[in-house]
């Protein structure tokens, strides 16, 4: 499974748009790339997965540059309930027998 | 929509119990997990499940941990001889035959061992 390195935390306001970045410079020919979002006490909620390009859905929007050696998870005019931790993970599409879940990202978004 | 769910929703035991944590995943779906968080800290992988066999597991998942799928519906962990450390919240996920990593959690159960 590749490597994924997130900002630990970021901060935004209610209504812009939230750019969150992975890194995953050691991604495989057939790896995808999944994005989770986790509330509290809650378990984690699968928000995007793409391969490459442009990936949008009716939450989130996912970027993959061409080298695929990173990805953006862009959540357009968030609102405080997209407080939450997001994490990045990355590897076959096939396989996903085994799941390795980082530190993740923590998104705190203020009035 | 079809969900993951799990009983109870929180659990308390005495150190040297066992516990059963027990999970309906969706009804289609092929591959089952296991995970476990404890407070304050990352998600964990324990155990994934298909074929009514185990796929892998984690250095977590010891020879007090077992999973099973009983019948066509429920999908259980045990912890024999639970411990302080097995505090946590167990979270079930399961996905489909091509999912890759597109799983869907349960709400979890939270375990407290006293």
């Known amino acids: 499974l590749a490597k994924t390195t997130q900002p630990i935390s970021m901060d935004s306001y209610e209504g812009q748009e939230v750019n969150i970045t992975c890194s995953h410079n050691n991604i495989a020919t057939n790896d995808y790339i999944t994005w989770y979002q986790q509330f509290p006490s809650q378990g984690p909620r699968f928000i995007i997965q793409?391969?490459?390009t442009k990936v949008t859905n009716e939450v989130a929007s996912l970027f993959i540059p061409a080298d695929r050696k990173s990805s953006t998870l862009s959540l357009p005019r968030v609102s405080l309930s997209d407080t939450a931790v997001y994490y990045c993970l990355v590897g076959p599409y096939t396989g996903g027998f085994k799941t390795i879940f980082g530190a993740g990202t923590r998104l705190f978004v203020k009035a | 929509e079809p969900e993951v769910t799990q009983t109870p929703s929180h659990q308390v035991t005495q150190m040297g119990q066992e516990v059963i944590l027990r999970c309906v995943p969706i009804?289609?779906?092929?591959?089952f997990y296991w995970y476990r968080q404890i407070l304050g800290q990352k998600v964990e992988f324990l155990v994934s499940?298909?074929?009514?066999?185990?796929?892998?597991k984690s250095e977590i998942f010891d020879d007090q941990f077992s999973v099973e799928r009983p019948d066509g519906s429920n999908f259980t962990l045990k912890i024999r001889s639970t411990k302080l450390e097995d505090s946590a919240m167990y979270f079930c996920a399961s996905r489909d035959l091509m999912g890759g990593y597109e799983q869907y959690f349960g709400p979890g159960t939270r375990l407290t061992v006293t």
């Open positions: 009804s289609n779906h092929l591959y």
């Open positions: 499940f298909y074929n009514n066999e185990i796929s892998e």
């Open positions: 793409g391969y490459k």
